[in-house]
């Protein structure tokens, strides 16, 4: 692997070559002001002498022309940051990119003990985004505030730890739009650093926290009950993150029955919520299929948890004659007539399947309130659902666009809402949205 240098070169040039005879550079690029000036920095590294006892970096080295490279700024930019960073990032990664193609064959280490201040910062800046690139500062004793005079040494900067503070606003943005994953990908780069322990085990904690919610995302309930679980055990108890992430993992643990209260509609709700994270990220198609399976698992869970019937499995040879005698608690003659009819159209092999439209009707035969809500909405409801239908994750090939979407939102959404009222749902308290900031989690 070669190892490339990278300096920053003001009106001090014994820093750097100190630093150019510790490490055996293979090439090294100087950044430095144009000119042939006093004040142009350019000079310094292979100009001419103005004085006896000055040093003119590359003849100090014995670097030939083949060894290194400048990046020259004119003058009257090197103190204006958004400039120098502009410049020094444009000449510099693309020079890099030019004479080194492979970057996994390279190691860059940027030294930013020379130059104006504008120039080390803007150093230091480009650095830090450039993934494996090293920071490195000469250190010694000082006897002034000035600038070392001796025995200085290049003392390598840990940039991760920081470059980690910066990018925790970045994961802030991407949290807001429930973008976990990409965090997720992010927090693998930092963990092939060495970083100070808190550093550490906050990053890890993030990471385990997040892939939590990404399975729960992708409906792996017990998946991340599990996740949550290890969690749970091995953080300070009481502790903000705690406190925090418990409300979630309740949540969770009621959605899969597992805690009291249980009213049997917590998938509803959770599938609601997920639809509403689909349009945050303006996936439309997939959140109108989110609230399309709400409405239709409200009405099969409705028929499962009050009449004991499962719509995707009824037996058509156990409908008897009467209402007293069925083995389906359907409770009117019209129900069972409802039924018979169905059984006679569209069962096979004796057994009948209800789809949404028709699992609404047969509550709605047994005068259910949920069915009744669903027959007064209905033709509202089926305008939407041909939207769905036509959806090129449905039917079709017509993808739902943002206008359209709040349409069918409003119309679903209120349906689902006043649904599960009538289904005798009366608190929504303990539903709980992902978080859309580290705060929410804790941090």
Not at 350 to 368: F, P, V
């Amino acid at each position: 692997m070669k190892t490339i240098g990278v300096f920053t070169v003001g009106g001090s040039p014994a820093p750097i070559v100190n630093a150019i005879k510790e490490t055996n550079f293979d090439f090294i690029y100087f950044i430095c002001s144009s000119g042939k000036s006093e004040v142009a920095s350019e000079r310094i590294v292979d100009g001419e002498k103005l004085k006896d006892n000055e040093i003119i970096i590359v003849r100090e080295c014995n670097l030939t022309s083949e060894q290194y490279e400048k990046i020259l700024l004119p003058v009257d930019i090197i103190d204006d940051l958004n400039e120098t960073f502009k410049e020094i990032e444009k000449q510099l990664i693309s020079r890099i990119n030019e004479r080194f193609p492979e970057k996994k064959t390279i190691k860059v280490i940027a030294n930013y003990t020379g130059g104006t201040k504008t120039m080390s910062v803007a150093l230091v800046l480009v650095s830090i985004f450039q993934e494996g690139w090293e920071l490195c500062f000469n250190a010694g004793q000082r006897t002034n505030l000035t600038k070392i005079d001796s025995g200085d040494f290049p003392v390598a900067i840990n940039k991760m730890n920081l470059l980690y503070r910066i990018d925790k606003t970045y994961f802030d943005s991407l949290m807001k739009g429930y973008y976990y994953e990409e965090i997720i990908e992010k927090t693998k780069t930092y963990l092939k650093y060495p970083l100070n322990h808190e550093t550490r085990n906050e990053i890890m904690l993030i990471r385990n926290i997040l892939y939590a919610f990404v399975l729960w995302d992708k409906f792996q309930h017990e998946g991340a009950y599990e996740e949550f679980e290890r969690i749970l055990k091995a953080i300070t108890k009481d502790s903000p993150v705690q406190k925090s992430v418990v409300k979630y993992y309740l949540w969770l643990k009621q959605i899969l029955g597992k805690k009291e209260p249980f009213h049997g509609y917590e998938r509803v709700i959770d599938l609601m919520m997920n639809a509403e994270r689909r349009a945050e990220q303006e996936r439309y198609d997939d959140a109108v299929a989110r609230y399309y399976r709400a409405i239709e698992m409200i009405a099969q869970l409705r028929l499962k948890l009050s009449y004991g019937i499962d719509n995707s499995k009824i037996n058509c040879d156990e409908l008897k004659i009467d209402v007293q005698n069925s083995k389906f608690n359907v409770q009117t003659e019209k129900a069972i007539e409802f039924l018979r009819e169905e059984c006679k159209k569209n069962s096979e092999d004796g057994i009948l399947k209800l789809a949404l439209t028709k699992s609404y009707e047969l509550l709605g035969s047994m005068d259910d309130p949920v069915g009744k809500l669903y027959l007064e909405r209905k033709n509202k409801l089926l305008d939407c659902l041909k939207s769905r239908n036509n959806s090129i994750l449905a039917h079709g090939l017509t993808p739902i666009l943002k206008e359209e979407f709040r349409e069918i939102k409003d119309q679903f959404h209120n349906f689902l809402t006043d649904a599960l009222k009538a289904a005798g749902v009366k608190d929504f308290a303990q539903a709980l949205q992902f978080p859309q900031a580290l705060k929410d989690i804790g941090f």
